[in-house]
């Protein structure tokens, strides 16, 4: 390979490679990465799974936080019926005519938290990592048998290897670095709110849900795991209404140029045939 | 009928000799490569995001309490709004893609060379005036990162010796980022293409009086080797515009939010400083100069904004840096490589301007603002190895086409 062509390719391996690492380097345990079934081309929402994110948003994340670029009405978009939004918005003391907002005023709640709750409209497009974010913040706090752990790691004092390790891969937490880890397991013993994914590891939330917090009517699972899905997908949802819409059109248009960039291209060279390049 | 009202026309407003003389019977060389369909593309995008900016600002409000609102406003209740606003903010994108794509290839097939030295002069003044109408429009959204992103690079004016300090309020309109700075921004961004658009028509007159260079870089003999730019390369660009459309609209239909930071889905809080406040990706490499200058001192700001404005600046003596008797980096060997370092180096700067200023790699053992400051080194050396390679003969150029 000449020189010329060798740094050709560095220079076009360079334009792909390096905004993937840019990407990479934020620290802290990865996101785990979901199924997202509509993201991609084709992909589509899926009414059932909006609706029991719906209801666990309105049940679990609107006592502290608002929607407010949502209308309790437009809820009949991803498939509830008039009575459905009316009992809904009635659950929080609201008109189906209201915007998604939550019954806690920002000021008592600035008093109860220490920050006022973020806005959940655009959650889902306004952190690294988009819907994955969401879903690791939902599912990312201390299990039972996490707490058991940390008790256990701190009854007698002291960090040996082998602890270290479980804590590692149990919280995510650093194993290379004994005193920061120690001082994350005495502020969870003080009551902070530890989070794997959290940037920093305590944040103001207390855990929101855990297993069977909201009931859900269609007797799908609701397991946390289960109920972090669907209120993710609904965030999604409440952050781009115009989604579905964007990608039908986006394909229709895609067509549409392939076609007359075709055609294009054909009387291009018919016109350039006579001419000597 | 049609051939009288021309008449008509023609003798009060000469259309026709003006199409003549300047499409359908202006000669240009038979040879010119797909790098050369960038021009015209960049013309195309500027169409598109006047259009869309001026639907856009039929519905947006300057206002600091509202603009971000009404912006969502725009995504949610304005029918197409979202189509309008993600066909805008990509096209920004492009924007700066076809033109640095089209600064490139003027370097690389010296077409900044006698005798177009106003043509390229007055592309770099184009450059500049796209700079601020992107900064400014970036603001517009009052995201986190609009709002972090003003306040940072309007107090690089504050570097100034004696007045910087009262600039940086005047311009602000306030003792901050405020309400007043969004207002002006706002008349500004939407002042500023219609002045690009004006010095595109001077870019353009220049173009046609002195012809477009072509890949060997030699004056070709337009009897021979010239063709009309009607039809040839009307064809061969809208081929461009039909390339160009498929993939502007994959990222606007399929990956709208590629380009833009998650951080500017929150709204503005001067109270709350982001923990990495990173400009668009095509101020990068530039913010990467700046911030690579950190070892002067109490100078150091005010010596990274000068470099990062001459990062800008030296291409307007590029002509004159250049001695080589030929044009083209075709027949270049010397300039063709020192050429795809300085490319290389552009995209390492744009990473380092992405990540922390003090980030590091292999486990702290490369701080990235060393790497940063070799490549600036680097970024200036391509100029300064031009000119000697070039003013010594130091560079043997091959032996030249007759013809084209």
């Known amino acids: 390979m000449n020189p ?26 990865p996101l785990p990465q979901q199924n997202w079934g509509f993201l991609g081309i084709f992909g589509q929402f899926d009414n059932a799974a909006l609706k029991r994110g719906a209801t666990v948003a309105v049940q679990v994340c609107m006592a502290c936080h608002s929607i407010k670029y949502i209308k309790f009405d437009q809820l009949k978009q991803i498939g509830f019926s008039d009575p459905e939004v009316i009992a809904l918005a009635e659950s929080q003391s609201h008109t189906k005519k209201d915007r998604m907002l939550s019954a806690m005023d920002p000021t008592s709640a600035k008093d109860s938290f220490g920050v006022v709750p973020p806005d959940l409209s655009l959650m889902t497009k306004a952190r690294k990592g988009y819907e994955d974010y969401t879903h690791a913040i939902l599912t990312g706090y201390l299990t039972d048998a996490d707490r058991q752990l940390v008790d256990r790691v701190m009854a007698d004092q002291k960090l040996d290897e082998k602890e270290m390790l479980e804590l590692a891969s149990a919280l995510g937490v650093d194993a290379h670095q004994p005193d920061k880890v120690k001082e994350t397991l005495k502020r969870i013993q003080e009551g902070g709110n530890f989070n794997k994914y959290f940037p920093g590891n305590f944040l103001a939330m207390p855990q929101p849900m855990s ?8 007797g799908v699972e609701n397991s946390l795991k289960q109920m972090a899905h669907d209120v993710t997908s609904f965030l999604a949802w409440a952050a781009e209404p115009t989604l579905m819409e964007r990608k039908s ?23 350039w045939a006579k001419v000597e390049h | 009928m049609s051939k009288s009202i021309m008449e008509w026309v023609d003798a009060r407003l000469p259309i026709t000799e003006l199409v003549k003389s300047q499409t359908t019977e202006y000669p240009t060389p038979r040879n010119l490569n797909y790098w ?28 600091a309490n509202q603009a971000f609102d009404v912006v969502e406003h725009i995504m949610r209740d304005v029918n197409y709004g979202w189509l309008l606003r993600y066909l805008h903010a990509n096209g920004a994108t492009f924007f700066f893609m076809a033109i640095y794509i089209h600064i490139l290839r003027g370097m690389y097939y010296g077409s900044y060379r006698a005798p177009r030295e106003i043509l390229w002069w007055f592309g770099i003044i184009i450059f500049f005036l796209m700079m601020a109408t992107a900064f400014m429009g970036y603001v517009l959204p009052w995201g986190q990162m609009s709002y972090w992103g003003a306040a940072v690079i309007t107090n690089l004016m504050s570097a100034i010796p004696v007045v910087g300090g009262d600039l940086v309020v005047w311009i602000w309109g306030g003792f901050a980022v405020g309400d007043p700075t969004l207002n002006r921004f706002f008349a500004l961004h939407f002042l500023l293409p219609f002045v690009i658009f004006a010095v595109v028509f001077i870019h353009m007159w220049a173009l046609h009086a002195v012809h477009s260079n072509n890949p060997d870089g030699i004056d070709p003999d337009f009897k021979k080797d010239g063709i009309p730019f009607h039809p040839y390369y009307v064809i061969k660009d809208l081929y461009g515009v039909g390339v160009f459309l498929l993939v502007y609209c994959a990222f606007v239909f399929f990956q709208p939010n590629f380009f833009l930071e998650p951080d500017n889905y929150i709204p503005a809080n001067p109270m709350q400083t982001p923990a990495h406040i990173v400009p668009e990706w095509y ?42 008797p030929v044009r083209s980096f075709r027949y270049r060997p010397l300039s063709r490589q020192i050429f795809w370092i300085f490319v290389i180096d552009c995209f390492i700067l744009g990473w380092v301007g992405y990540n922390p200023a003090d980030a590091t790699r292999f486990n702290g053992a490369l701080p990235l603002i060393a790497v940063g400051r070799t490549c600036t080194a680097i970024y200036f050396g391509y100029f300064v190895l031009l000119w000697f390679i070039t003013a010594f003969d130091i560079e043997k150029p091959k032996p030249l086409p007759k013809s084209l």
């Not at chain 2, 015209?40 to 869309?52: N, R, Y």
């Open chain 2, 283 to 324: 101020f990068l490499p530039f913010y990467a100069i700046l911030r690579s200058i950190d070892f002067l001192g109490s100078y150091s700001k005010l010596a990274g904004v000068i470099a990062m404005v001459l990062a800008i600046a030296i291409l307007f003596v590029l002509p004159f840096l250049d001695r080589s």
């Open chain 2, 36 to 63: 050369w369909n960038f021009g015209s593309l960049a013309l195309f995008i500027l169409i598109v995001m006047i259009l869309t900016g001026l639907f856009l600002a039929m519905h947006y409000k300057p206002d």
């Open chain 1, 211 to 218: 297993d069977g917090a909201v009931s859900y009517s269609d």
């Open chain 1, 4 to 29: 010329i062509a060798f740094l050709r390719t560095v220079a076009l391996a360079a334009v792909l490679v390096l905004p993937l690492s840019a990407r990479a380097s934020s620290g802290g345990p």
């Open chain 1, 249 to 271: 059109l986006g394909v229709n248009v895609m067509l549409y140029l392939v076609v007359l960039t075709v055609m294009l291209f054909a009387v291009k060279r018919r016109i």
